[in-house]
């Protein structure tokens, strides 16, 4: 499929709109509808695109020339959009990955599908980002440092080299990690928080400097429905 393929966005409000006005203004490729779930199907048309029924969209688009992008934020800890990701591509589809032309992504960075990169993001030497995650703008991630599937990355972040961010987290403004840390799945890193050890316990949440966990756990936190 060619890079420039036609897209679907996934969604329709405000994480829709900025998928929107991203890709249409600072990439090659042509947003030509939204898609939601039938039960929040409520107009037909936004930015005068037509709104269509998730459930038929490999009946109105079709998989081998459209690829769509799932444009939902963190809520339940990332699980919303890891559903409507695993949706689409049980329909067929390709993800496609925006990657602002603002950031600075080295040559051997691996990027996965459903990702979006925003400007003025710093990915260094053999980065590795997973499938579906977001890293909002100014973020720098150090050489070598994975990010497992389905992450939140909220703006101005300094992730050392030799990090793993583990699946399904989210990291918070303006927090900080040293290097050759990891934290495991699932954790919540509060605002400012600096990281100077590895954080190992599951559904973690962890504030301050240096990061404390604070006892609760990010499922409450993010409302996940187990």
Not at 17 to 45: G, H, K, M, N, W
Not at 175 to 195: E, N, Q, R
Request: net charge negative.
């Amino acid at each position: 499929m060619s890079e420039a393929a036609p897209i679907v966005i996934i969604g329709a409000g405000e994480q829709a709109e900025i998928a929107y006005e991203y890709f249409t203004v600072d990439s090659d490729q042509e947003v030509v509808a939204f898609a939601v779930e039938r039960e929040y199907l409520r107009e037909p048309v936004q930015e005068g695109l037509p709104v269509v029924a998730l459930e038929e969209l490999s009946d109105r688009f079709d998989p081998a020339t459209h690829q769509t992008f799932v444009a939902i934020s963190s809520q339940q800890l990332n699980r919303v959009r890891r559903r409507l990701f695993d949706e689409v591509k049980r329909q067929g589809f390709t993800c496609a990955s925006f990657i602002s032309p603002h950031a600075f992504v080295w040559r051997n960075v691996e990027i996965g599908e459903n990702c979006f990169i925003f400007e003025n993001n710093v990915l260094q030497h053999h980065v590795s980002v997973g499938d579906n995650c977001v890293l909002w703008s100014g973020n720098h991630v150090g050489h070598r440092t994975v990010i497992e599937e389905d992450v939140f990355i909220a703006s101005h972040v300094v992730i050392s080299g030799y990090c793993r961010i583990g699946a399904r987290s989210f990291v918070g403004v303006n927090s900080t990690f040293g290097d050759g840390l990891s934290i495991a799945p699932d954790s919540v890193v509060g605002a400012g928080a600096v990281v100077h050890k590895s954080l190992p316990e599951p559904r973690g949440v962890y504030v301050g400097n240096p990061a404390r966990p604070t006892g609760r756990d990010s499922f409450a936190t993010f409302k996940v429905e187990e």
